[in-house]
């Protein structure tokens, strides 16, 4: 069966900052990957997804990045953290775009 | 272009009561309708999903029927339980010739005992 695994679970990290949070997916081959930031009480924001080793593709411009070093990792990122990058990150696959996505046990980002 | 709308929450509702959670969406072609829920400091998982029109999707209880005529997948249960009390997600999911999944907002949904 397919796990997903994320982390760390919980992070506190002074502006500034740098960011790294990983995602890993086993029993699967290839699969599409997400980056979702969920802003406390509210819905889901698509950061990023990829759809192979090396493909990144950006919804929203921001201080973060990805990357996908692997068939089943991908790495969220920042060089400098502000404020607002406070929230609730969440990695997910599916199979493809309009398959289930998996949504992994998310980490918690608190920047101060 | 594409769009989720759900009801805004939080919805309280006592044990055994009916539940219904509206969802409406826009989408330019033919798309997949899922619901997801999320339970206190978790991730999101699939609740139910339907592919195509009149499909109806249903688990655990909850049950969503794709409405193409309306454009609509109004999740129900007949009577909910204290351990549904989650945030409900509406969501589509739609692949003409790139990725476009939307999410709502969010539905809250509180179970009194």
């Known amino acids: 069966s397919q796990t997903i695994h994320q982390w760390p679970a919980t992070l506190v990290q002074p502006v500034g900052s740098p960011l790294s949070l990983e995602c890993t997916v086993e029993g699967t081959s290839n699969p599409n990957l997400y980056w979702y930031r969920q802003a406390a009480g509210r819905g889901l924001q698509l950061l990023f997804y990829s759809v192979g080793i090396g493909q990144i593709s950006s919804e929203v411009p921001q201080n973060l990045s990805a990357s996908r070093p692997q068939d089943r990792q991908f790495i969220l990122s920042s060089k400098k953290l502000l404020l607002s990058d406070s929230g609730f990150y969440l990695c997910?696959?599916?199979?493809?775009?309009?398959?289930?996505?998996?949504f992994g046990p998310g980490t918690r980002l608190l920047v101060l | 272009g594409n769009s989720v709308t759900q009801m805004e929450g939080p919805v309280t509702l006592s044990e055994e009561a009916f539940l219904t959670i509206n969802c409406t969406y826009t989408a330019t072609g033919y798309p997949s309708l899922f619901w997801y829920v999320q339970y206190p400091g978790e991730g999101l998982q699939l609740l139910l999903k339907?592919?195509?029109?009149?499909d109806k999707g249903s688990n655990k209880g909850f049950e969503a029927t794709y409405r193409k005529e309306t454009t609509s997948f109004h999740l129900e249960k007949g009577s909910v339980q204290v351990s549904d009390s989650a945030v409900y997600f509406c969501?589509?999911?739609?692949?003409?010739?790139?990725?476009?999944?939307?999410f709502g907002a969010g539905t809250r949904l509180f179970v009194k005992a």
């Open positions: 339907a592919t195509k029109a009149d």
């Open positions: 997910a696959w599916s199979v493809s775009f309009q398959e289930t996505q998996y």
């Open positions: 969501a589509l999911s739609e692949n003409t010739g790139g990725f476009k999944t939307i």
